[in-house]
């Protein structure tokens, strides 16, 4: 039998070498794209052979999948800490929005790398590929995700939505989007004051008293 003791160094030695394939994925795909991008070019970039890739992945395809959905749980990470109800204790709906906003833009400050991985992923879902297909199986999960992250904290806030929840978070999230989108294109830091009021006062119009 083996020692589990044992296990545990090869064991951590293997998640890391995942992670750095990872990070060196995020930084080559936003370099050169999904179709641009070769299991050589991430192995040089981590510093690894192609045997260490197989050891951890099938295929290119299959680390691309682990990629989103290892930084979809790390936004939402992020959006539940900075969503965590005892930042906004005593405060109206209004003031509880832009404490929470301006919590994740905090914790998740602009990142351009990962825009144009994301981007990436939408094309390939367009095309509507194999892995495009998986993409957005992933994306919906995200949607879904997060209308139940939104629902859970207006519940804390005592209110709740007057329309349905897929489309209180396309508002939501099409308009931070596209204030990102704007800054990577202008080069410029995200609107964090135009974030601040608007989100909330999407939000607000969107929702009333959960007791009435």
Not at 130 to 158: H, K, P, Q, Y
Request: hydrophobic content about 45%; glycine content about 4%; aromatic content about 8%.
């Amino acid at each position: 039998m083996t020692d589990a003791s044992t296990d545990r160094p090869a064991v951590r030695r293997r998640a890391a070498t995942r992670e750095r394939l990872l990070d060196a994925a995020r930084e080559v795909l936003a370099r050169e794209g999904i179709q641009g991008a070769s299991v050589e070019h991430i192995c040089e970039q981590a510093g690894f052979t192609r045997g260490a890739f197989y050891s951890n992945f099938t295929s290119k395809d299959d680390l691309v999948l682990a990629l989103f959905d290892r930084e979809r749980e790390l936004m939402f990470t992020t959006l539940r800490a900075a969503a965590d109800p005892a930042s906004y204790a005593g405060m109206d709906a209004a003031e509880a929005f832009g404490v929470v906003m301006d919590r994740f833009l905090l914790m998740q400050p602009q990142d351009r790398e990962w825009y144009l991985v994301h981007a990436e992923f939408q094309l390939r879902g367009v095309r509507d590929d194999a892995v495009g297909r998986e993409f957005v199986a992933a994306w919906r999960r995200v949607r879904i995700d997060f209308e139940e992250f939104m629902v859970t904290a207006l519940d804390a806030l005592g209110l709740r939505l007057t329309v349905d929840a897929a489309h209180a978070s396309t508002i939501l999230m099409g308009t931070y989007e596209n204030a990102l989108r704007e800054a990577l294109v202008e080069d410029r830091s995200i609107d964090l004051a135009l974030l601040k009021e608007t989100l909330p006062l999407l939000l607000l119009t969107v929702t009333e008293p959960a007791a009435t």
